[in-house]
């Protein structure tokens, strides 16, 4: 489907009788302006891209032109009608039918990309798991450059703000640690089918060669972000002594430490002091089992 048009769309959705599933955040982008910009921003003649949801496969075919080659990861199998019709007339294609969150990235790289100079994600993510997603792609640790994606607009907000400020959260510490994020533009929401409920923005996340803090345990450093954020209205010595089971006289020394004041919260915490944090509490917790 080269004629990104939402008639044609239409017509091909409702010729295979496919309806949506809200359960599986299917909002299609049917603004032929969008697809492109994602597009370049992801890829070139020696990209490889991983696409995380195709649906219809309006982003896929602009991603089709632009890149070497495309993977695409759909979970819903209903859609593989509908895909062979608007990926026809690519060869450098291919889908997996699949959840995401149950796929090995670095296996799918090794396998899918050996003759591609860079592999880069792009996708109109499914807005129900856009954190999951986002942490388990970083997390994994993937060989790619960058992720293009696409998500709801109060999501791209918080992902891309400055830890420490009121707009951050767990996810906004987790990616500023293994990424640089920046918002590249706004999408409305009638530039999908069906119109979902918010605006939109689509964000791109540049992959550190090394994370921007050092930590002695990433996962201590993820659960304590976590932590931090799971009740923004406590102080940070009430949220990660009940979450995280740290004795309260404990953190009271860590926080003094820290020059802190007893009534700091979990947001106003920098990445470093973050990361300091989540060390002090590793060296606790490690302790307290060498004791046992
Ligand atoms: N890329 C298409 C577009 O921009 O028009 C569709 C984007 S739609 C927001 C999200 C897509 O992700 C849907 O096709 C949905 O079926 C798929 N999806 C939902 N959960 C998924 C999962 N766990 N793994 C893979 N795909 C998923």
Redesign the pocket.
């Known amino acids: 489907m080269r004629q990104n048009s939402e008639t044609e769309l239409k017509r091909i959705l409702e010729t295979e009788g496919f309806t949506f ?1 809200k359960s ?7 603004d032929p302006s969008v ?1 492109p910009r994602m597009a370049q921003s992801a890829a070139d003649k020696d990209t490889g891209i991983i ?10 075919c602009c991603l089709c032109e632009a890149a070497k080659k495309v993977v695409a ?4 199998e209903r ?1 593989k009608p509908v895909l062979s019709k608007t990926l026809s007339g690519f060869d450098n294609v291919k889908v997996i039918f ?6 090995d990235l670095n296996a799918l790289i090794s396998q899918e990309f050996s003759d591609c100079k860079r592999v880069n994600i792009c ?7 856009t954190s999951p ?1 986002l942490m388990g792609i970083l997390s994994s640790k993937p060989d790619i450059e960058s992720v293009t994606a ?1 998500v709801q607009k109060e999501a791209a907000v918080r992902i891309c703000a400055e830890v420490g400020t009121r707009a951050a959260g767990a996810v906004t510490a987790a990616v500023d640690y293994l990424s640089d994020a920046e918002i590249l533009f706004d999408v409305s929401k009638e530039c ?1 089918l069906p119109v979902p409920k918010v605006d939109s923005a689509v964000i791109r996340l540049t992959l550190r060669k090394e994370p921007k803090v050092k930590v002695i345990s990433e996962e201590m450093f993820f659960k304590t972000a976590k932590a931090c954020f799971a009740q923004r209205r406590k102080t940070l010595l009430n949220t990660v002594s009940s979450t995280l089971g740290v004795d309260k006289s404990e953190l009271k020394r860590i926080i003094a430490d820290m020059d802190l004041s007893e009534s700091v919260r979990g947001e106003n915490l920098t990445l470093e002091q973050l990361a300091r944090l989540s060390d002090e509490i590793f060296k606790i917790i490690k302790g307290d089992k060498n004791d046992k």
């Not at 996708?123 to 798991?129: E, W």
Request: charge should be negative; aromatic fraction near 10%; hydrophobic fraction near 50%.
């Open positions: 599933k599986l955040g299917q909002n299609f982008i049917t697809c696409e995380i949801g195709p649906g219809a496969g309006v982003l896929t990861i759909e979970i819903d859609l699949a959840d995401v969150l149950k796929t996708a109109n993510l499914p807005y129900y798991i997603i696409m999908f």
